[in-house]
C-alpha cells in the first residue's frame, strides 16, 4: 500500500504561482512514475505531468509545457508540481499518483497509476 497526500492548493490570480506537494509513505519504492494529474469540473481527469524516479526523465501535457516543472525528493520521499504563469484553465482539482509499471508508455494516461492521493483545489482568477 502506497499512501499519498496532496498539499500546497490555493487561489491565485493569473499569471501567478503555485508550488504542490505530495508526501507520500509505506511502499511507496513500489512507484517507479510518479505522476500529476487534474480534473476540472464537468471534464475528464486529465495528466499533467510525470517523474521517473526523481531522474530527469519527465514528460508534460502540452498545455503546461513551459510553465510548470515536477521534480521529486527521493529523500523527502515528496513530489512537486512548480506551477507558474497561471492561467484560469488551469483551475482544477489536482492529485498526485504512483505507478508501479516502470516502461515509459501511457505515461499521461491516469488508467496506468496504481495508487492516488485525495487532491488538492487549485483556483485560478482572471
Known amino acids: 500500500q502506497v499512501v499519498l497526500v496532496e498539499s500546497g492548493g490555493g487561489s491565485v490570480q493569473a499569471g501567478g504561482s503555485l508550488r504542490l506537494s505530495c508526501a507520500s509513505s509505506?511502499?511507496?519504492?513500489?512507484?517507479?512514475?510518479m505522476g500529476w494529474f487534474r480534473q476540472a469540473p464537468g471534464k475528464e481527469r486529465e495528466g499533467v505531468a510525470s517523474?521517473?524516479?526523481?531522474?530527469?526523465?519527465?514528460v508534460y501535457t502540452d498545455s503546461v509545457k513551459g510553465r510548470f516543472t515536477i521534480s521529486q525528493d527521493n529523500v523527502k520521499k515528496i513530489l512537486y508540481l512548480q506551477m507558474n504563469s497561471l492561467k484560469p484553465e488551469d483551475t482544477a482539482m489536482y492529485y498526485c499518483?504512483?505507478?508501479?509499471?516502470?516502461?515509459?508508455?501511457?505515461?499521461?494516461?491516469?488508467?496506468?497509476?496504481?495508487?492516488w492521493g485525495r487532491g488538492t483545489q487549485v483556483t485560478v482568477s482572471s
Open positions: 499518483a504512483c505507478r508501479s509499471d516502470w516502461r515509459a508508455t501511457r505515461l499521461l494516461e491516469d488508467s496506468t497509476y496504481d495508487f
Open positions: 509505506g511502499y511507496s519504492n513500489r512507484c517507479y512514475w
Open positions: 517523474i521517473y524516479g526523481g531522474s530527469s526523465n519527465t
